[in-house]
């Protein structure tokens, strides 16, 4: 027994650990996940202003419509709107019934060229029309379903 406590009693040194490993400079892999990271970001971000800027005239468009009751204001606000999306050459130039056929040209159903005894009298006449209301929705219908413009769209003239 003595000779137990005599072994562990022996002088020893004190243990040195290593330093804990640093931070930095980190692997390569962190620096590639940390720059998609803020690539993804930026992307995301970018997108999103770029659909905000596109949807804008829109957005306005269909506010300025609904809060309209005249069908004239409604299908003046629908030309600028139209001309916020589409080729100015083209759309500037059409009148009458070319501007209704164009219309119906964007949507998949038509009703612009069907009424346009309707329009040309809500447009034309002092009294107003009874069914203005219904024209004032066709127009935000066709805002709502027609810009912006889908890749394959139809050839305006």
């Known amino acids: 027994m003595s000779t137990n ?14 330093e804990v490993p640093s931070w930095f400079p980190l692997a390569w892999g962190w620096w590639a996940t940390a720059g998609a990271i803020v690539f993804g970001t930026l ?20 506010k300025l419509i609904q809060a309209g009751d005249k ?3 409604a299908i003046e606000l629908l030309r600028q ?4 999306y589409y080729p100015r050459e083209e759309v ?3 009148t009458g019934k070319e501007w209704y056929a164009f ?8 009703v612009f060229l069907e009424n346009y005894e309707l329009w040309q009298e809500a447009l034309y006449s002092k009294e107003p029309v009874g069914n203005a209301s219904e024209l004032i929705t066709h127009c935000s219908q066709w805002v709502d379903e027609a810009l912006p413009p889908k890749r394959r769209r139809a050839k305006v003239g």
């Open 103 to 110: 219309l119906d040209t964007q949507v998949k159903s038509p």
């Open 92 to 94: 500037a130039q059409l």
């Open 81 to 84: 709107a139209a001309l916020c």
């Open 43 to 62: 992307i995301v971000w970018f997108t999103y202003r770029w659909n905000k800027k596109r949807m804008a005239p829109k957005k306005t468009a269909l």
């Open 71 to 73: 069908p004239a204001e």
């Open 5 to 18: 406590n005599k072994d562990s009693l022996l002088p020893l040194n004190p243990m040195h650990l290593p």
